[in-house]
């Protein structure tokens, strides 16, 4: 069964960084498209960051040239470095596969959020 569990969210000021994690269970996480996803109060959710079987990534307008996508093949992780954070970075950060399917559980996820 295909499982994420996210850490690593927290509270951080403007222009601060975090890493998020999220390891992977039930299967090998570089053979299949994976990534990141988030969902702020009162929205959809929203994807962040996708990186596909051949190491390709795909990030949303918003993020492009602060955030990273990362994998470690033998802990079957994968990281978010979030950089020069937003306060509309603020929301609830999830692993999931790319796409996710309409009827994802996207489980509990990790909270950040960014705010002096």
């Known amino acids: 069964q295909l499982q994420f569990v996210e850490s690593g969210g927290g509270l951080v000021q403007p222009g601060g960084s975090l890493r998020l994690s999220c390891a992977a269970s039930?299967?090998?996480?570089?053979?299949?498209?994976a990534g990141w996803f988030r969902q702020a109060p009162g929205k959809e959710h929203e994807g962040v960051l996708c990186?596909?079987?051949?190491?390709?990534?795909y990030s949303g307008d918003s993020v492009k040239g602060r955030f990273t996508l990362s994998r470690d093949t033998a802990k079957n992780t994968q990281y978010l470095q979030m950089n020069n954070l937003k306060p509309e970075d603020t929301g609830i950060y999830y692993c999931?596969?790319?796409?996710?399917?309409?009827?994802?559980?996207w489980g509990q996820g990790t909270q950040v959020t960014v705010s002096s």
């Open positions: 990186m596909s079987s051949d190491g390709s990534t």
């Open positions: 999931a596969p790319c796409p996710p399917g309409a009827a994802y559980d």
């Open positions: 039930g299967f090998r996480l570089d053979d299949y498209a």
